[in-house]
């Protein structure tokens, strides 16, 4: 495990500019650099990187960070992978910890387990490119298919004869013991191998490590079944990968589009063909790892499925759940008759992917279509439908969209809006609670597994084969800019970020600075924070400078928990100008601007003051809502009304405000 201070040594050397140089083309403007994003597709720079904070922000696509979250973005790597990289490129010495014993034996252990697969996949590929069975049988059927060589390689394509331990005992020959080739499954109970007169479809994970195996007949005898798949490992959990998703990352990325194909072959022809953002979930449904991978490189899925309807079925739920994690779905019915495989051999790529975007369809218009189709003149079953495209909106966590389907829907189903509404409405109160209920059994597993492992944080926990750092709880599906307070709350957050560590001018103590005055001040009020990230980050903050810390954006910046790292570089990074009707539209209260550098201390007086402004408007609303109780104390609560509304102006006095209620 690399050391704290080792991880903060590489942060703070490893030059921002010189890291994002390598991959980006930028010019400088100003005191920042900006390029074309690495991450979308654009024309017009809209990305910028500011050596001067150490971080890069993009304000077409929203990602940002610092250099190990770029190199961590843009090559797949997970935290330590990143910091080695960038140790490496900037000559940098990293100090490590060692292991404990237990973590070093389960890494070896799987090691061990991956050569074993390494040394199957080159058994097929030699069987099928050098034997006389493999190259009449097996490699002739790739030749059906048009596979070339490279293609072979790069999937790692092979066969495997009908001999009854051919694999098995070559992997003993060249030294490998055998309980470990049992316990890939590659050789069963009898000692005999498990695949047998097969052409092999090697499973890569994330990393491009071989961890399981597809084997499919060209008999065409009935009771054979047409594809036999390892059976699930230590390495290989069926839910938690994608075939073809090593080889897809990159394009998946680039194109911001993850292509979902049924078959091995399907993702193997499209690649060939230069469709490369393809990967195939082996003909079940989405899952929620499955969903969450792809989210790693887009938030664009478009799924191919033959025209016949069954296909769509099959695929609703995992589309379904892909919709509440916030995934844009489309959906791409292909002509009759037509294969993904068959129909890009006619078209060829371009014509392909144009093909795929004439067609495509929006996946709740589309089910939408579909039902009123199926329950035409049906009373019961159009009720029906319509419960169930309700269902599926109220998945969507974001308001605006699913208002926007709400508006759609009720035009194709020629219902009224508002009563479309009411039932999503109702059914998003389930979804949500059965979320908490999900969430809170969820934080409590994790506890009880934290409990029990002493993994380094670090490092990966071993199950996982991308290396991923378990993901934060989504955070509960609320428009946060429609809450009253959000910019106050916001600002205050970007005043500490930004000037936290600025010492007061012409204060009475030297030392003082705007952190410490944001933090004293805010005590009695902490809890009136409705945001949940920014709370969690003012209750950091606080901890920090109470203990004679300081919070600054550093700190924020290199956080652990994903959800506070992207929002600290989000808060860095706006600009603190607003044009006039966004202050018309949101109350902006940073106005002395531009001059933040030097107008800090107002600003952040003045944030303080619109934020407890908001406060007491909430208390005063609360108070109203009392006296209309039977059982009040009226005499009390007039005045509490009276004392808050002395507040409430002095305040306004204060911010030369005029309150219109
Ligand atoms: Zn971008």
């Not at 979930?281 to 969903?291: P, R």
Request: contains cysteine.
């Amino acid at each position: 495990m690399i050391t704290e201070r080792s991880v903060q040594n590489i942060i703070e050397n490893s030059r921002i500019e010189d890291v994002v140089n390598d991959y980006v083309n930028l010019k400088k403007r100003g005191a920042n650099l900006t390029g074309l994003c690495p991450f979308h597709n654009e024309k017009t720079p809209s990305f910028y990187v500011s050596p001067a904070k150490g971080i890069y922000k993009c304000f077409g696509c929203g990602k940002g960070g610092n250099s190990v979250q770029f190199i961590m973005e843009h090559e797949s790597f997970n935290f330590p992978e990143a910091l080695r990289h960038l140790a490496a490129k900037f000559n940098i010495e990293i100090e490590e910890t060692e292991t404990s014993d237990e973590h070093k034996k389960l890494k070896q252990h799987h090691d061990s387990l991956y050569l074993v697969n390494q040394f199957a996949e080159e058994y097929f590929q030699k069987t099928l490119l050098e034997t006389d069975e493999g190259k009449s049988v097996g490699l002739s059927y790739f030749k059906s298919r048009s596979y070339l060589e490279d293609t072979i390689k790069k999937f790692g394509l092979g066969y495997t004869s009908s001999e009854p331990a051919g694999l098995t005992n070559s992997a003993k020959e060249a030294g490998y013991n055998l309980d470990l080739l049992k316990q890939v499954r590659l050789t069963n109970q009898y000692d005999k191998d498990f695949f047998r007169e097969r052409v092999m479809f090697t499973i890569h994970n994330l990393s491009g490590k071989p961890i399981a195996f597809a084997g499919r007949t060209l008999r065409t005898d009935k009771k054979t079944a047409k594809y036999v798949n390892s059976p699930e490992t230590e390495l290989y959990i069926k839910s938690k990968i994608l075939y073809g998703i090593y080889h897809a990352k990159k394009a998946i990325r680039n194109l911001d589009e993850c292509i979902l194909v049924e078959g091995y072959t399907d993702v193997i022809s499209l690649s060939q063909a230069g469709v490369e953002n393809v990967v195939a979930s082996s003909g079940t449904a989405l899952t929620e790892d499955q969903i969450r991978l792809v989210k790693r490189f887009t938030s664009n899925i478009k799924l191919l499925y033959d025209g016949d309807a069954a296909g769509i079925k099959a695929a609703s739920r995992g589309l379904n759940l892909a919709l509440s994690q916030d995934l844009n779905v489309t959906v791409v019915p292909l002509p009759e008759g037509e294969d993904p495989d068959s129909l890009v051999q006619k078209l060829g790529s371009t014509e392909f992917m144009a093909f795929l975007d004439e067609k495509g369809e929006d996946f709740i218009l589309f089910k939408t279509k579909k039902l009123i189709e199926d329950s035409k003149n049906d009373p019961i079953r159009k009720s029906n439908s319509i419960t169930d495209i309700v269902n599926t909106i109220a998945k969507i966590p974001d308001p605006i969209k699913r208002s926007v389907y709400i508006k759609e829907c009720s035009r194709l189903l020629e219902i009224d809006e508002t009563v479309l509404m009411e039932t999503a409405n109702k059914a998003l109160k389930k979804h949500i609670s059965e979320k908490w209920v999900e969430q809170k059994r969820d934080i409590a597993r994790k506890e009880r597994e934290s409990k029990q492992s002493s993994s380094d944080p670090d490092e990966p926990p071993p199950m996982m084969d991308n290396g991923e750092y378990p993901e934060p709880l989504p955070a509960p599906a609320v428009s946060e800019k429609i809450q009253s307070g959000y910019y106050k709350e916001r600002d205050i957050l970007k005043l500490l970020l930004n000037y936290g560590d600025k010492k007061i001018p012409e204060s009475e103590d030297e030392d003082l600075t705007l952190g410490q005055v944001l933090i004293t001040n805010l005590e009695d009020v902490i809890d009136h924070f409705k945001n949940p990230t920014y709370r969690k980050m003012i209750d950091m903050a606080r901890e920090k400078i109470n203990s004679g810390d300081a919070a600054n954006a550093n700190f924020f910046i290199n956080h652990s928990d994903k959800e506070i790292r992207s929002m600290a570089v989000t808060l860095c990074s706006e600009e603190f100008e607003y044009s006039h009707n966004w202050w018309e539209m949101h109350a902006i209260t940073l106005r002395t601007q531009p001059e933040p550098d030097e107008n800090f201390f107002e600003e952040g007086m003045q944030a303080l003051k619109y934020f407890k402004l908001g406060k007491i408007k909430d208390m005063m609303a609360e108070n109203k809502e009392k006296m209309k109780k039977e059982d009040a104390d009226v005499i009390l609560l007039i005045k509490t009304h009276q004392r808050l509304l002395e507040m409430r102006n002095e305040l306004a006095k204060d911010l030369r405000i005029v309150l219109t209620h």
